[in-house]
């Protein structure tokens, strides 16, 4: 329910109702106003998650039973911290106790406040808290809304260990992924030409050129497209032909990846193919991946004819009040997380905003554009990638003139 357009207003109805009459106050539906996750995306980051598996993290991590509200600025610093660092956030004390901004305003937030201080659920975030939390969700819904939730909020009687998964739920996603990966080794049946490591980034582009570009702020001009492949074109040019009636791509979708390639990704008409690589995806859920040496860079995906714009970018040299300051500056909510790739062999930040317009905004941030330049560079360093590639998709890209 996390990336439904009434997420929010539901958790605030949920704080009303959480409150007398007589200590109601207007929650104004601001960018401030941040939906938590208490269990981070990020999760695998810290030794202390170690207890939530990846079943229980689908299960229930964008569901109710595991968001809440908070202010814009403890939501970054609570950031995918574990659960105790997470409370003293919650409290005001900041992650090292050396603040004390008062605790926070929501009371459904103080409410998982509360119960870490009573040790209720021996001060983690565990099963039996996110079930009791869901069943209270469910509870307060039904009140609030005037509907049955008992089918949903029987879910939480239903959750198995990973030992113990549903037959029939194993197999369908196994029907799901196989025919993918049939299709893939159809498309792509000799993979030599893109292994990893199998081109060298300096003997195509020098040291020199390099640190000119990571320092300069000269957008590419893009020019003459150089693949052919007949077969690929084929292959590619139906999913960017249905890529295309998505509503926003020509107005909002095309404009974007064309600044993010001509300010983010070294001379990408040269480094194409061999050190980038895209994916058009207009049946899922997420619309275009960019990968680098097998990281996905950057991601768009649908959100009720919109657009959602997420990035991988170097921590190094952006802090916590850069990114107060940027969400400051934006229309909408700026999410931001420590979500690292292991191989990226360096601290990274995962942002995500969610229309066009702050989208093109994050160019004008000088750090911003530094920070996903000088990430991206590194994994292009490493060698080429591993990923399929929609040509037609960066054909359009590299030679349109839309902006």
């Known amino acids: 329910m996390y990336s439904e357009p009434w997420c929010k207003p539901l ?126 969700f469910c509870s307060e819904v039904a009140e609030i809304l005037q509907i049955d939730t008992e089918a949903i909020s029987f879910q939480a009687k239903m959750f198995v260990e990973p030992n113990k998964r549903n037959p029939l739920k194993e197999s369908k996603t196994k029907e799901i992924v196989k025919p993918d990966a049939q299709k893939n080794e159809t498309i792509y049946p000799d993979k030599s030409h893109f292994e990893i490591g199998k081109f060298d980034l300096d003997s195509l582009i020098s040291q020199e050129e390099q640190n000119k570009w990571l320092n300069s702020n000269e957008a590419y001009k893009f020019g003459k497209y150089q693949l052919k492949d007949l077969k690929l074109q084929k292959d590619s040019g139906k999913k960017l032909s249905d890529l295309e009636s998505y509503g926003v791509f020509r107005s909002e979708i095309l404009p974007f990846l064309q600044a993010y390639f001509s300010k983010c990704i070294i001379q990408p008409a040269l480094t194409e193919n061999r050190f980038w690589r895209i994916s058009a995806m207009p049946d899922n859920r997420t619309l275009f991946r ?114």
């Open 11 to 136: 958790f605030c109805l949920l704080e009303y109702n959480s409150t007398d009459k007589d200590g109601l106050t207007w929650i104004p539906l601001q960018k401030d106003l941040h939906i938590e996750h208490i269990i981070p995306a990020a999760h695998k980051n810290y030794k202390e998650w170690d207890h939530i598996t990846d079943e229980m993290f689908e299960l229930w991590g964008n569901s109710g039973a595991n968001l809440t509200l908070l202010g814009g600025s403890k939501n970054i610093e609570a950031s995918d911290n574990p659960f105790k660092d997470k409370i003293n956030v919650y409290k005001g004390k900041g992650l090292y106790q050396n603040k004390n901004t008062k605790v926070t305003w929501y009371n459904i937030t103080q409410k998982i406040v509360a119960d870490f201080d009573s040790n209720k659920y021996n001060q983690e975030w565990n099963q039996a808290a996110i079930i009791d939390r869901w069943e209270w």
């Open 290 to 403: 960019l990968n680098l040496t097998g990281h996905e860079v950057l991601t768009i995906t649908k959100s009720e004819g919109a657009a959602i714009y997420s990035f991988h970018i170097l921590a190094d040299g952006i802090t916590e009040n850069d990114l107060i300051e940027l969400g400051e500056e934006l229309q909408t909510e700026l999410y931001v997380s420590d979500h690292s790739y292991p191989s990226g062999n360096a601290k990274q930040l995962y942002i995500e905003v969610n229309n066009f317009t702050d989208a093109m905004e994050l160019f004008k941030n000088p750090k911003i554009v530094n920070a996903i330049k000088t990430y991206n560079l590194r994994q292009m360093r490493k060698g080429s990638t591993n990923w399929p590639q929609n040509i037609e998709l960066a054909k359009l890209i590299l030679t349109d003139t839309v902006v």
